[in-house]
């Protein structure tokens, strides 16, 4: 009798990844880890704090660059190289990352700009529980972008001050928790998304805990958590 050997074929990971309906296509979503983002739409990418800790093998090179913060996690010049297109490619940042990203473009707290034909808006992102590590006013920036009228915050690191609570007409929403010293924890990060009540939020950063008990918290408001894989070893960072 012979036995017809076949090779064994080894399926690819899958890249799961979200749609929000917009106007002029889909806006697709890629957690990829941690504070990391990945964004699709309409022929462009973005990148939100691309660190080497995730896996980009299977997403497209950016059109457009945003930094949160000047901490490791979140201003990786390593990563950047890596899915930057060209060296063309605007990578914006606040001014505590200019001395890592000399070319960088620069946004203050407050400020708005068309970047890549994107319009972007800095929000403060602070601490105000004292404690180190210590996020001063000024330092770091979350950013809401608006693709397809749709407006998407990515909050970087920060607890719910009261330029966040202030926020309106938000689609989507990244939210970090757990943050050290007791800064932002479950009970904290959902106070702050029913203060300013995004349709989405996608809890990240969110180190060790269970994310679970945000999504709890969160029962029955009119607000979709989505609970994204962001630690795909099972061990938050």
């Known amino acids: 009798m012979r036995f017809l050997i076949l090779p064994l074929l080894i399926a690819a990971p899958v890249f799961c990844a979200d749609r929000i309906p917009a106007q002029g296509g889909d806006i697709v979503i890629n957690p990829i880890t941690h504070a990391t ?30 930094i ?8 990786d010049t390593k990563a950047i190289a890596k899915v930057r297109k060209s060296a063309a490619v605007p990578v ?21 700009k068309d970047v ?4 972007i808006e800095a929000v403060p992102a602070y601490d105000l529980i004292p404690g180190n590590p210590f996020h001063p006013k000024g330092r770091g920036n979350g950013y809401i972008v608006t693709l397809g009228g749709k407006r998407l915050y990515f909050g ?10 202030a926020l309106t007409g938000i689609d989507v929403a990244f939210l970090a928790m757990n943050l050290p010293h007791g800064r932002m924890t479950m009970t904290a990060a959902a106070d702050c998304v029913k203060s300013f009540k995004p349709k ?16 709890a918290a969160l029962a029955g408001e009119p607000v979709d958590v989505r609970l994204a894989e962001w630690y795909p070893n099972g061990q938050a960072q």
């Open 37 to 66: 983002v990945e964004i699709d739409y309409n022929g462009k990418v973005i990148y939100v704090d691309p660190w080497s800790q995730g896996d980009f093998s299977h997403t497209p090179p950016a059109d457009l660059i945003l």
């Open 68 to 75: 949160t913060g000047a901490e490791n996690d979140h201003l």
């Open 92 to 112: 914006v940042i606040p001014a505590a990352g200019k001395d890592q990203v000399p070319d960088g473009v620069v946004m203050e707290n407050g400020q708005q």
């Open 116 to 119: 890549a034909g994107i319009r």
């Open 156 to 165: 970087g690191v920060t607890e719910c001050v009261p330029e966040v609570r």
């Open 200 to 215: 989405i939020v996608y809890p990240y950063h969110y180190r060790t805990g269970k994310v679970e008990e945000f999504k």
